[in-house]
């Protein structure tokens, strides 16, 4: 089915086109500016709204209730579709440290939703495997009783899932060093994270092939002039991007403005970090076999570690430019083009010819009034 969509603003790569239009089918098929073609297609009018690349969450738990480590393919669907509600068009399903039979049930749920994807919600790109292999005195809401050094044959029966696009460690531990080799050799990419690695053990993580570091200033030391630490590598070292919670919670505005000015926009990844508690009501959800508790929207877990967030990525968008003063251009580009490129996804993230049709309308007040994800309509506000 071809869909033209036309009287609005497109976000293309080099900036705004105003007035623009897009032809679709599964993937984008031509664009312009002004009047749209008299061509049979299914037409929407934007109505002088503004139409971006769809967003692209590396590191999402749950919501409505569910996580990913629920291991069922009705979960994963939930979180889709809630995801999709927000401008999400794709997303990695990301564990929790547990048991390697509870992981492996977790990946090998993943296999099978991506194997028989659905129609009415995000897609979902692959896992991203948030622990076990962490540093249990910076474990955050990580079960410190699963936390464990890496072992090849419990990782090599992940990745052979086929479905590990991220996976997130400690780097400092001789173990997790072999892991980031393995896992760049098999195709995927590996981030820093719950780790007490010092500056000079995260120039030799980088060295190894970590390019991530995950939900920066969280799970890791502050940064020390003298002891730079993983927040003095991540700002400094241009290799590595970094993962960014902008729910005002996790990290103040002042330091996402700082983070954002340190990087640019090409080294920040807007990700929700979402729970089981996002899209319902204050109350008890579950992140992994760990009980959270979700006041004012902030989930903590029983020892008062933030544990997840509530966040959206529509809503992560809106808080970094308030936060930074960046454009909308520049906002959705952390949230999708910079994420897609980050896993190599080059076809994803961007409004341009030949790329797929996964597309998020926004309202002035980047609320979202219609995602796509393969040139359909999966949801319409």
């Known amino acids: 089915m071809r869909t033209l969509i036309f009287g609005g603003t497109l976000l293309l790569p080099d900036g705004p086109l105003p007035d623009g239009w897009l032809l679709v089918e599964d993937r984008i098929v031509d664009l312009g500016e002004g009047a749209p073609p008299d061509i049979q297609a299914t037409r929407i009018d934007l109505e002088g709204q503004t139409l971006a690349p769809g967003f692209i969450d590396l590191h999402a738990h749950g919501a409505v209730g569910y996580d990913t480590m629920d291991a069922t393919p009705e979960a994963l669907r939930e979180i889709a579709r809630c995801y999709a509600r927000h401008g999400v068009t794709g997303f990695l399903a990301t564990t929790m440290a547990a048991p390697a039979t509870d992981m492996m049930a977790a990946l090998e749920n993943i296999a099978r939703v991506m194997a028989a994807p659905g129609s009415d919600g995000a897609a979902l790109l692959g896992a991203h495997v948030e622990g076990p292999y962490l540093d249990v005195a910076r474990r955050g809401a990580q079960n410190a009783s699963h936390v464990r050094h890496a072992h090849p044959a419990e990782y090599e029966a992940f990745f052979r899932t086929g479905v590990v696009r991220l996976i997130s460690l400690a780097p400092e531990f001789p173990s997790h060093r072999e892991l980031v080799r393995y896992a760049t050799a098999h195709g995927a990419v590996v981030a820093a994270a719950h780790t007490s690695a010092t500056y000079e053990q995260m120039v030799q993580a980088v060295h190894d092939g970590v390019t991530q570091v995950t ?167």
């Open 215 to 381: 939900h920066l200033f969280n799970g890791m030391e502050p940064l020390h002039h003298r002891e730079p630490g993983v927040v003095g590598a991540a700002l400094s070292l241009d290799e590595l991007r970094c993962q960014l919670i902008a729910d005002n919670v996790h990290v103040h505005p002042a330091v996402l403005r700082l983070a954002v000015r340190a990087k640019t926009p090409n080294g920040i990844l807007l990700i929700t970090d979402a729970m089981a508690g996002t899209g319902m009501p204050d109350g008890e959800y579950r992140l992994g076999d760990e009980l959270v508790i979700v006041r004012g929207g902030v989930a903590r877990n029983a020892d008062g570690a933030l544990a997840g967030s509530t966040l959206t990525m529509d809503r992560a968008v809106a808080n970094i430019m308030a936060a930074t003063g960046l454009s909308l251009h520049q906002a959705v580009r952390m949230a999708g083009e910079i994420p897609a490129r980050s896993l190599g996804m080059n076809d994803r993230g961007r409004l341009a010819i030949g790329a797929a049709a996964d597309l998020v309308s926004l309202d002035d007040e980047c609320r979202v009034t219609l995602t796509m994800v393969g040139g359909r309509i999966v949801f319409r506000g």
